[in-house]
């Protein structure tokens, strides 16, 4: 009897996990087709961006899910729209912020490290007395969602190797979890406003503790009491697991792309031990998409630029792009290593430098096929160099392609390529 009783195990643990991997796999490929059906709508949002008189927030935002996407830098509407950001002067909190974070993701960006320092030194004094945000410079009082945005763009600061001073992550801390409400949740500022918690803000607050406790290192004198604040708000979460995949929801798209940065920062894939986060948000986000590849939400307060023939609102499409990508990383570290990238690469480069720049390509994997075929294409030999070696280390195959010779010589083997990135993407 026990020997069946174990069969009968053995038979519905394969049973469920073949079922598992089955519906893993169906929903990876419908969030494959969203991607490749919102690509279309993603650009024309960058073009119209570019061109037009767009706030600077969001126009980070719409550069930030290009890159996330893994349109080329070098791509005519995502070069455009960079352009232009690095020509901004932005005054606001989200406007610095979402910048820093663009900068920190597109090491190639213009005047990268001085316009990091200059954003950073700006958005510091975007904090009032108790080191939390708000829109403007030494404002009298704060907000949740301006905070969030804050401490997004100093850890991108930090990761790009700028200092913050330790304080300002400790009394950022201490602000915010002294906000928290008596079953976990965060609202929208002070509690002692009338301010009521939901979700979008809840994760928020969550979000904010985890990054000022990862810079804030172990050995900080209450890491203990951020654990016990983070691990309430994952409680009320808990209990308002409804709101998960809900277009309903307050703040709908705003809130689920909150969610995804709150829980890879808290290495969290369950709500309530059995609700699946990121399959509830991405099957929300293929249902809601419009037939022109774009997302519109009624649910949040700034939509941003609306585009015909339903390619959707820059915003909206922005955190849906975003989300469903899942290229918010937990775990940043200050930059020392030399970052060699295809761009950089000249007929003088030397063999260390195409060397690395390969090892850098194959260590992005799949997301560098874009920037890799192009590069296949490029008139500079140590780009073709380059990019050829990390074909081999990615794909295990060149295709025939040879690096001595230009491109005409190599439309065939270029044209295989791609027919694999096709197939394999």
Known sequence: MRQRLLHLFCAFSVTAAGTCDAQNADL????????????????????TAAKGSTRTGE?????????????????YALAAAIKKLAKAKPSQTYDIALRLIVLEACPTFPNRMELAKQDTKQLLTHRCDEGTFQYHRRPSTWDLSNTQYGALGLRSAWAMGIKVPKQVWAQMAREIGEQQGPYGGFGYTRHRNGSKPYPSMTVAGIAVLAICKQALGANYARVDII?????????????SKKSIGSVAERWCYYFHYGLERAAILCDVDK????????????GMLIEEQLSGGGWSS???????????????????????ILFLRRKFQKNVKPLTANIVRLVNMGPFSKQKDIDECARQLIKRGKDAMPDLISALRSEVESQRQAAAKALQGI??????????????????AIRKVELWWLKNR
Do not use: C
Request: proline share 4%; aromatic share 8%; glycine share 10%.
């Open 59 to 75: 126009l980070s935002l719409l550069v930030l899910a290009g890159i996330s996407d893994g349109i080329p830098v070098t791509d």
């Open 28 to 47: 990876r490929s419908k969030v494959n087709d969203a991607l490749e059906m919102a690509r279309p709508a993603l650009i024309a949002h960058l073009r």
């Open 271 to 282: 709500i309530a031990g059995k609700t699946d986060w990121y399959a509830k948000g991405a």
């Open 395 to 412: 794909v295990g195959d060149v295709f025939g392609y040879d690096a001595k010779n230009d491109r005409d010589a190599n439309r065939s």
């Open 227 to 239: 654990d016990k604040q983070i691990s309430r708000g994952w409680s009320y979460i808990d209990k």
């Open 298 to 320: 009624k649910k949040d307060g700034f939509p941003g630029t609306h585009l015909s023939g339903k390619r959707g609102d820059s915003v909206p499409t922005s955190f849906a």
